[in-house]
């Protein structure tokens, strides 16, 4: 079965064909950052135009490169949320179109959903049920992933998303948009003792994240230096930065693996690209004899090969959209 995966929810025009799910031939991926870059952060209106102007073209390089044509493509699947509503809009109706003229069904992805499937495409042993956590710009989340389209959210951040907090702490720093990826190259040639960086506490529920409390003493540490003409050694500061994150990150997901009893982890999303985070997670896992999945460098971040995937087992659940699909700037992943 052949489906088309569309995927618009921030700076990223992405399309893919997949066969059955899992193997993908086609993945193209049109990327803002550049634009976005000039102004520290994505700019969602700006976002929602690059979308209008690129997604024809990357759908039909999609197609092209897998060596298939519309006809050929059996359903749809687009992400219809959470994200940028107005850059979710564009791709949600271009599939809506699509669909339509063709009488293709439409197939509606939730983005971490979509996220989390990144991981079937390259571990094949991978079945649910087992514990993920997913780590974006935009999100922090412990999910029980107790079926292909069956979620269960464990725990989640109380206030910034992971992704956000290394983004926040990095443009601080003087490193450009978006700064994680930089954060983890300054990181390793860093002394990741050099800082001693809070781990926020939260209270209620012991899975939940929070991220703010270490972006603002980042920022304020980079503030008062400033202010006393001290520089502050930034490939110390974002080593420390990165084994702080990765820490609670990795803590909070292993032990909630711990005491649900699952042995098989999987990570996802932006920040499973970091190798302090992918690091962290190998050398726990092992430790306590776990098995570990993480998506390979290129399925981190957002890409349609992901959303395709996640569509096929949608399908399967018989999941579909008609011509009076929306999209949500946020919806929770347990209410899909
Ligand atoms: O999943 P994603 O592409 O988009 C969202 O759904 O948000 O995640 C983007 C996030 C950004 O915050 C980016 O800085 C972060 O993932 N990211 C990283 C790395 N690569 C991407 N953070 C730390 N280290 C990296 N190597
Ligand atoms: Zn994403």
New binding site residues.
Partial sequence: MLILGIES??D?TAASVSENGVNILSNVISTQIEEHRKYGGVVPEIASRRHCENISAVVTKALSDAGKKLEDIDAIAVTYAP?LIGALLVGVNYAKGLCMATGKPLIPVH?ISG?IAANYIAHPDLKPPYLCLVA????SHIVEVSDYTKFHVVGRTRDD?A??C??KC?RAMGFPY????H??KAAQSGNKEAFELPRPKVTGSEFDFSFSGLKTAVINLLHNANQKGIEINKYDLSASL?DTIAGILCEKTVSAAQQMGYTDIAVA???S???G?RAAFEKACAERNMKLYLPPLSL???NGAMIACQGYYNYLDGQRGDESLNAMATLSIEEI
């Fill in positions: 929810s921030c990223e994200g983005h996220h974006s710009g935009g999100h998303a992704g956000e290394f983004d990095a978006p700064g994680g990826v954060v983890d990165q999303g932006g920040v690209a970091n190798s985070v981190c971040g957002d």
